[in-house]
Structures are given as C-alpha cells and as structure tokens.
C-alpha cells in the first residue's frame, strides 16, 4: 500500500506550465510526476522534504526515522542514515529536543516537531559539506553516545520558526559536531569489504 495522496489544482502563468511541460518530455515522465519531483526536491532542499539527501560527494542517504524516547526530559527520535548504493545503514544517531525547549517554543505536537528538526538538522549539515554518515557528536562522553544530540535551550533562538531560518541560512553553529574519517558503521567494526555483499 503506497502513501496516501490528494489532488490538488494551482494556477501558474502558461509559460512556467509550457516550461516544465518541455522538462517533463525531456525526461521522458509525465508532466504529474516531474511537478512532484520538482516539489519533493525543493521540500528536500528546505529540510522538509523527502528523507534523502546527497552528499557534497554526490553520495545518496536515505534516512529512516523512528520515534525514541518521548519523557519529561527530552523528546527523541532515531534516524537511521542507509546508503541505497549499498543497501547497507551506514551510521544510526539519535537526535532530540530538551524539554526546555518545547515549553519556549510552546509546542504542542512534541513529536513531530522534534522528528523535524532532526531531519532539518542532518540537512544542515549536509548542506555545510558533511557526509551524514560520518558525524560525530561529543556532547555525551563515551563512544557510545557519538552519534546522540539533544538540544538545549541555551543553543537555540526564542522560536521554532528563528530557528529553521538560521539552520536554512547556515548562520547557527553546533558547537559539538564534528566529521570523521570514516562512516559509523566502519568505526564500529563493519570492515570496508562487507558493503559489497
């Protein structure tokens, strides 16, 4: 069963239509199918998107999400980055919001903001040439906890939306990321040769 869909109808100038017409033929798909692409792409680019992103090294990652830990505390989910290449999950992290947050921003739906703002953050860092794959956080001690962030209030502005802004204009900065040599899932133990079973 495929994802639920709704029609919609939108008024553009003929010529943008001719255009994305011709766009459409070049591809060789239907004119229904390029405009969806084009949305799913501008969606990606903005953070909403899609789970996918390509690398600066022109690297596909799907993200997978699920929800986490959801308590007083925090509001948590996974986000499992595989690479189709290899049909392999190449690293797994844990991204959330501290409590203090939600209440700031007055959020209602904690959850779904909380999934967004992961998905908009690995997009972030990927727009600043990151590979996803190869993050590394030191905001917990332990390698084990190298691929957790949680958000504190001190990090981030008064609103979700300010916040969105400055991950779109590139203008915040994570203070405990870091990229390293290698994909997680290599520093862990997976040697180089498994990706190719």
């Known amino acids: ?41 501008h969606l990606m680019s903005s953070g909403f998107g899609p789970s996918s992103v390509t690398s600066a090294s022109g690297r ?36 959330g919001i501290g409590r203090t947050i939600m209440r700031d921003w007055q959020v ?37 906890n190298d691929g957790r962030r949680i958000l504190q209030f001190a990090e981030v502005p008064e609103t979700l939306e300010e916040f969105f802004d400055l991950l779109m204009s590139e203008k915040w900065v994570d203070k405990f990321v870091s990229q390293d040599d290698q994909s997680q899932d290599i520093r862990r133990g997976r040697p180089e040769s498994a990706l190719y079973r």
Request: charged fraction near 30%; aromatic fraction near 12%; include cysteine.
């Open 60 to 95: 596909l990652f799907q993200i997978r999400c699920e929800p986490y830990l959801d308590n007083v505390d925090e509001t948590t989910w996974a986000y499992f980055i595989d690479e189709p290449k290899f049909e392999k999950e190449r690293a797994y992290y844990l991204i």
């Open 108 to 144: 209602k739906d904690k959850s779904t903001v909380s999934k967004e703002v992961g998905l908009a953050l690995l997009n972030y860092y990927n727009r600043k040439g990151m590979e996803i794959d190869r993050l590394v956080w030191n905001q917990y001690p332990g390698p084990d």
């Open 1 to 41: 069963m495929g994802e639920k869909t709704t029609n919609i109808s939108i008024r553009i100038p003929e010529e943008n239509r001719k255009r994305l017409q011709i766009q459409a033929d070049k591809k060789g798909i239907s004119f229904n199918a390029h405009i969806f692409r084009v949305l799913e792409i």
